[in-house]
């Protein structure tokens, strides 16, 4: 057991040192992160021109939200991206991986723990702190709020692995993703409250969002980071995620097990 | 002058022939290309709506207004990518060694690089930015007259140019560095980004940035504040009428400087 996870974190620590070898990679990527967090921070302000607060949010509290939704979305785009694992599934080479002595989705995700380590020290971490101190928004005041966001946005970052894998797993079915894709990528930043808060959706659509895995992937988290979530209330979100995770790692490990049976070398 | 005008357009058009058909071999990729890319530019709209909700208005623009606005960058950038989009990853030629091929080819190497690809993946623009103007002038009961019509246009020709020519300029870079595909996604995504909204959401710096060194400004905001007829904004509406003459002179200059950098050019050696 001990020794399993050992060979795992191996693959952390080797994807920890590629990272730090292309760095034009991690300069690029955090560039785009700022990038978006000005144009969003910009549209935010715009909207709240003229306004103290909307459905009970000052302005003060969506600038906390946007700024930590930014740095989660800055964490989770350093993983591996989708167009990876369809890639690997069409040119074949996920025949390699199925060969070797361990299990593929795990190993995924320990490779992603190594560079996401490395973009978050040293690239989030520092830039976020700055932006945090420019500005002054509001941020969590108690350890135990911290803690609970840190759980949150890691079930958050589960969630979103056990997803966009079993998305990416059905290229072995589809070849061609192109229409669904987009609509996959369309719900994830749409419903997860990625840049609107589910709070200022018509009724409706804040209905059928929380009915939706995708909540648990930014807006939970962010949530319970601006105080917005809090007391018993967390409760109930948090065991809402972990539910999800659940269900979701089940489909994920169904897919790929369905995947490895039904495996099609192109052109071979 | 004019033979070789007209030789260089049957040779465009045949190239592009050529191009069109390997592009509809694979049938099913096709079709999918299209409402791939319909339904991302719809799912941008959806979120501008959601946004949008419970706030009424940004910087005094409601949503209809704001999705005719996104509509017309849009149309001139579905454009834009059928005609021009293989121009960020031209460094791929220079590296690989191809585009020394294209020196040693009678025709002119700029013509020879716009006729390599006729990208018919990009009508799912096309027909998403169509659809979505229509919904929204008939929303806004617009109701244009003779000149508006022109100023809608010259918005069309003039914002493909600009933003052609800004693919042409960052394709350019790759006769210096050799590299061109980063330089494309450090300008092109934020400044499509930028054109989704109002300019005036903006802080200053940004607006005179794209309104006089990289002209974003001409592609769909000016131009919008006349055919909706917007004269309360920090610019005049008949900025607006200025779309096609700013579009050729951005593309005379980045074409110009295309040509310094052929000259510079030296192989990616070996």
């Known amino acids: 057991m001990m020794k399993t996870f050992k060979m795992y974190l191996e693959f952390t620590r080797k994807s920890f040192q590629r990272s730090a070898a292309y760095r034009v990679d991690s300069w690029s990527r955090i560039i785009g992160n700022i990038m978006s967090l000005g144009i969003w921070g910009c549209i935010w302000f715009a909207l709240y021109h003229g306004h103290d607060s909307v459905e009970n949010i000052s302005f003060q509290s969506m600038l906390s939200y946007i700024l930590i939704s930014m740095a989660l979305q800055g964490i989770h785009n350093a993983g591996t991206p989708l167009w990876e694992i369809q890639y690997r599934v069409r040119t074949g080479d996920i025949a390699f991986e199925m060969l070797r002595p361990y299990d593929y989705p795990l190993r995924m995700l320990f490779t992603d723990l190594g560079s996401i380590s490395f973009h978050f020290v040293t690239a989030i971490l520092p830039l976020y702190i700055v932006i945090f101190a420019l500005f002054q928004p509001d941020i969590p005041l108690s350890a135990s709020q911290w803690g609970l966001f840190i759980l949150s946005a ?38 997860s409250g990625s840049v609107v808060p589910l709070w200022f959706f018509p009724d409706w659509l804040e209905r059928l969002a929380s009915l939706l895995p995708f909540q648990g992937i930014y807006f939970i988290p962010n949530a319970i980071f601006i105080g917005e979530l809090s007391g018993q209330e967390i409760w109930p979100a948090l065991l809402n995620q972990v539910i999800w995770l659940i269900i979701c790692y089940g489909l994920l490990r169904f897919v790929w097990n369905k995947a490895s049976m039904k495996i099609v070398v192109q052109g071979g | ?81 059928v005609l021009f989009f293989h121009f960020h990853n031209m460094d791929e030629y220079i ?81 210096w560095t050799t590299r061109s595909e980063r330089l494309f996604w450090a300008l092109m995504w934020p400044a499509r980004n930028l054109m989704n909204y109002p300019l005036t959401v903006f802080p200053r710096f940004i607006q005179l940035l794209v309104t006089f060194l990289l002209p974003f400004a ?45 000259d510079h050019y030296k192989s990616a050696g070996s």
């Open chain 2, 1 to 81: 002058m004019l033979k070789s005008c007209l030789r260089g357009l049957k040779i465009y058009f045949y190239m592009v022939g050529v191009s069109i058909k390997t592009q509809l071999q694979y049938r099913y990729a096709f079709v999918m290309n299209i409402l791939g890319w319909a339904m991302t530019y719809a799912g941008t709209a959806i979120t501008m709506w959601v946004m949008l909700y419970s706030f009424g208005s940004i910087r005094g623009w409601t949503f209809w207004e704001l999705l005719f606005l996104f509509a017309l960058a849009v149309l001139s950038w579905s454009i834009t990518m």
């Open chain 2, 95 to 175: 590296v690989e060694g191809t585009f020394d091929r294209f020196l040693v080819r009678p025709i002119h190497p700029f013509l020879h690089v716009i006729a390599l690809k006729f990208d018919v993946g990009a009508f799912g623009q096309l027909l998403f930015s169509i659809v979505a103007m229509i919904i929204a002038y008939v929303q806004l009961k617009l109701n244009w007259q003779f000149y508006q019509w022109l100023v809608f246009l010259g918005a069309i020709i003039g914002g493909t140019l600009i933003q052609g020519s800004m693919l042409v300029l960052i394709s350019a870079a790759a006769f």
């Open chain 1, 154 to 191: 890691a079930l958050g970052y589960l969630i979103r692995y056990s997803l966009e894998l079993t998305f990416g797993l059905f290229t072995f079915w589809l070849i061609e993703t192109g229409g669904v894709e987009d609509v996959f990528y369309f719900s994830i930043s749409l419903f």
């Open chain 2, 218 to 262: 001409f592609v769909n905001f000016l131009p919008a504040l006349t055919l909706l007829d917007k004269t309360k904004e920090s610019f005049d509406p008949f900025w607006g009428f200025f779309s096609l003459p700013v579009g050729i002179a951005f593309f005379a200059i980045c074409f110009k400087i295309w040509n310094l950098g052929l």
